[in-house]
């Protein structure tokens, strides 16, 4: 009786391993903050982080006139409507991999946001396999 009752305890355990995995997922995604505004550390860009299909995206709606004129010698016409952030898929618990754009350069290289706080999000860039990396500490606008 007693050999029983641990089986189907154990049985219900493992039925109910993937329902539990759920919420976890569920909070993965919802660390993004989905329609908030983030600046760069010289306020020179604003960046609004919003769902793209599936995944997130971050796309410039603000940027100074020293950065449309650098972004525009390094062959990118207009910088507000860029998507920097790209294709950004969740990657553990407040943060989410996919791409960064470099519009200076107009290159794309793999890349992070982190939010580890409500008013800070960490964009990380890197190349050569993730040996060379660039990161900026980006502050929430609104």
């Known amino acids: 009786m007693l050999k029983s009752f641990v089986s189907n305890l154990l049985a219900l355990a493992i039925a109910a391993l993937p329902l539990a995995a759920v919420p976890a997922a569920a909070n993965d995604r919802a660390a993004a903050p989905i329609a908030?505004?983030?600046?760069?550390?010289?306020?020179?860009?604003?960046?609004?982080?919003?769902?793209?299909?599936?995944?997130?995206?971050?796309?410039?709606?603000?940027?100074?006139?020293k950065a449309i004129a650098d972004a525009?010698?390094?062959?990118?016409?207009?910088?507000?409507?860029?998507?920097?952030?790209?294709?950004?898929?969740?990657a553990g618990k407040g943060k989410w991999k996919g791409k960064v754009f470099v519009p200076d350069i107009r290159q794309t290289f793999s890349g992070t946001l982190s939010f580890a706080a409500e008013d800070k999000m960490v964009g990380k860039g890197c190349v050569l396999f993730g040996v060379i990396c660039k990161s900026q500490t980006w502050s929430r606008v609104r």
């Open 36 to 65: 908030s505004e983030w600046r760069n550390p010289s306020n020179s860009v604003h960046v609004r982080i919003d769902k793209c299909g599936e995944a997130i995206c971050g796309t410039v709606t603000w940027a100074s006139a």
């Open 72 to 90: 525009r010698r390094g062959g990118t016409e207009n910088l507000v409507g860029t998507r920097l952030f790209r294709d950004l898929a969740p």
